[in-house]
């Protein structure tokens, strides 16, 4: 168990160019993520207080907007409308710290998958592009993991000590 | 991971969906100073309320007072609106009206157009 945490923690090692190229996207689409996109719609500490949401609620109207995508979204909506703003509200804070990148990464994966090929996709291509640009970057950082400008990176240093 | 997975699952069982309550909201309008009157609505940022289209108001007083209730599910504590009058906005550029929802799950609001309550 130890070593497959290790083996999700452990980025890949790449040279500083490449680092670099991995995390600014990342801390800034992070930021995108937690501040504009998820905190609207996920009760954080920096949501706008006229949206009246408790710390970790989602909002009332999105499991609604969820349900109507059909099929499995139908049959769980307040789980999957809560994963999905979860994923965008706390994991950009993960993106931005470099936390469990590759776990986080996989769940902005999962939920932009639906934000792009379920929701965007009847608005047209422009429509589905920023959708498709976090979703390149989070399968980008699946791969990579944090580089070594991230928490990650730190604590695979000290585990495997 | 075990960890992460239980600090999931606890975040997933202590926190979950906004509560959400009907609320009907009626909105009166005075128009008396406004000459010719076509149609009257009023938009807004909450379902069934939309920016893109007037939702109908219908006369009190012909010509003067128009009226619309609607109602809905929501979570939050108030929503924003605007009358449109013959397809004009009222305030334009400016703010929204903000309607605060009563306690009593009925609210009433009454307004003059283009003029602030």
């Known amino acids: 168990m130890k070593e497959l945490l290790r083996k999700i923690l452990t980025p890949k090692k790449l040279d500083l160019s ?123 950082s699946m791969v990579a993991g944090s580089g070594r400008f991230g928490l990650d990176f730190i604590t695979s240093k000290l585990l495997s000590k | 991971m075990r960890l992460l997975l239980a600090f999931l699952i606890c975040l997933t069982a202590l926190s979950c969906v906004q509560k959400s309550h009907d609320q009907t909201v009626t909105v009166t309008l005075d128009v008396s100073e406004i000459p010719d009157i076509k149609t009257v609505g009023v938009r807004g940022s909450d379902k069934p309320l939309s920016w893109r289209e007037d939702f109908e108001m219908k006369p009190l007083v012909k010509d003067s007072l128009y009226t619309a209730t609607f109602s809905g599910k929501t979570g939050l504590l108030f929503t924003e609106i605007k009358f449109v009058v013959n397809g004009e906005f009222e305030f334009k550029d400016q703010d929204n009206r903000r309607v605060v929802f009563d306690k009593s799950k009925k609210t009433i609001y009454q307004a003059k157009f283009n003029k602030i309550n």
């Open chain 1, 18 to 140: 490449l680092d670099l190229a991995v995390a600014i996207p990342r801390i800034v689409y992070g930021y995108l993520l937690t501040a504009e996109f998820g905190s609207p719609k996920f009760g954080l500490p920096w949501s706008d207080p006229d949206k009246n949401l408790g710390l970790f609620e989602v909002a009332f109207w999105f499991p609604n907007d969820v349900a109507e995508y059909g099929g499995i979204f139908a049959m769980m909506p307040a789980f999957l409308a809560w994963m999905a703003a979860f994923s965008e509200g706390v994991g950009g804070i993960a993106w931005i710290l470099g936390f469990q990148t590759r776990i986080f990464s996989f769940l902005i994966f999962c939920t932009m998958l639906v934000v792009v090929f379920v929701h965007q996709i009847q608005y047209g291509y422009w429509n589905m592009l920023p959708g498709m640009g976090i979703l390149w970057i989070s399968a980008i």
